[in-house]
């Protein structure tokens, strides 16, 4: 049974910070690129940041202020944000996705609230 859970969302000031943590089981994490996407009121969902194999890549609007990592050896993926802004309040989703032929395989998880506001 393949679960992704976040935690780590909450209410924070602008210029704050948070660390939103995905635990991932049921599936081979070392397979599988791990992602953050999120998504506001009104608005799609939208990447913000992916790990696989050593590399990240992050949404132009999170450069410099998100760190995502993971930890294969505890399956768990993490986002460091900080100088949080309140145009980056919404649901943040973890994502976990691997090419499978030429398909692809999604997993997510069920999104945990991150709201910036003073």
């Known amino acids: 049974q393949v679960q992704l859970v976040e935690s780590g969302g909450g209410l924070v000031q602008p210029g704050g910070s948070l660390r939103l943590s995905c635990a991932a089981s049921?599936?081979?994490?070392?397979?599988?690129?791990m992602n953050w996407y999120r998504q506001a009121p009104g608005k799609e969902r939208e990447l913000v940041a992916g790990?696989?194999?050593?590399?990240?890549n992050y949404a132009d609007s999170v450069k410099g202020r998100f760190t995502i990592s993971r930890d294969n050896a505890k399956n768990t993926v993490y986002l460091e944000m900080n100088s949080l802004k309140p145009e980056d309040t919404a649901v943040y989703f973890c994502?976990?996705?691997?090419?499978?032929?030429?398909?692809?395989?999604?997993?997510w998880g069920q999104g945990t609230q991150v709201t910036v506001s003073s």
């Open positions: 049921g599936f081979t994490f070392i397979f599988y690129a």
């Open positions: 994502n976990a996705a691997r090419k499978i032929g030429l398909g692809n395989r999604d997993y």
């Open positions: 790990s696989f194999r050593g590399s990240t």
